[in-house]
């Protein structure tokens, strides 16, 4: 087991690790559209906030937030899904491709709420996950994300994700300790979850002020979600015109 949870680290260090720095914002840049808001959804974005309806533009920078019995879905322009549960909220914090595999990023900050997210088209690298308590790397993944202020609970419903807490250090740095340590080695010391199968479920949870990521057997639900819309849990390809990826 130990060797299994090793090897799937460091395929995780191979999807974080190498993701370079990104220059060059694309102002007020589409990054996607809405595909389902339903009832009250709002978007907040340089001072100016209002609705959120289907078919909408979303853009780098900006706030999305639902509210009760609310619920709504982003798909980028690499076709990443994001659904988006009751009282949730997000911050679409960089969508950014320039035609180097290692400039490629996706990066949301989920800041409260329930999530499902699903990768696209970008190289799997490209794509990282913050919470108030945990950073998360994936592969070729979909995961449903439950965020309060003090914990983060993620299961895994397919791929391969890295769930670690959130520190000073980066997601990267934190990769390569977990490598270290399951390697054997006495200077590594892994404080991250690592989510191979199915169904399994990390929690990065602050206690004491302390931050501590474990597995868990408190699976997160999000299809219960989508009995009130199917379309929240189905895959969809970016199919608006009129937009391009930032640098294309």
Known sequence: MAKRRFLAVVV????????????????????????????????????ASGPLAVGDAVYRNEVVKTG???????????????AVGPTSRI?????????????????VN??????????GNLDKRAYTITTPTAAIGVRGTVLDIAVRSADTR?????GLALVCPRKAISL?????NCAAAFGGSRKGRCDCAVLDHPGQTATAKTVGGTT?????????????????????????????????????
């Open 12 to 47: 995780v260090l191979g999807a974080i690790a190498a993701v370079g720095a990104t220059g060059g914002a694309c102002a007020q840049q589409s990054i996607g559209s809405t595909t389902v808001a339903q009832n009250q959804v709002s978007r907040e974005l340089a001072g």
């Open 68 to 82: 009760v019995d609310s619920s709504a879905k982003l798909v980028f322009l690499d076709s990443t899904n994001l």
């Open 91 to 107: 911050v679409l914090d960089r969508f950014v491709y320039q035609g180097d595999p290692n400039a490629e990023k996706v990066a």
């Open 110 to 119: 989920l800041a409260k709420g329930v999530f499902r997210f699903t990768t």
């Open 154 to 158: 993620v299961t895994l419903v397919d």
């Open 172 to 176: 990267s740095q934190q990769a390569r």
């Open 212 to 248: 501590r990521a474990s597995l868990t057997d408190a699976q997160v639900n999000f299809a219960a979600v989508c009995a009130g819309d199917s379309a929240l849990c189905s895959g969809e390809s970016y199919a608006f015109g009129g937009a391009s990826l930032c640098g294309r």
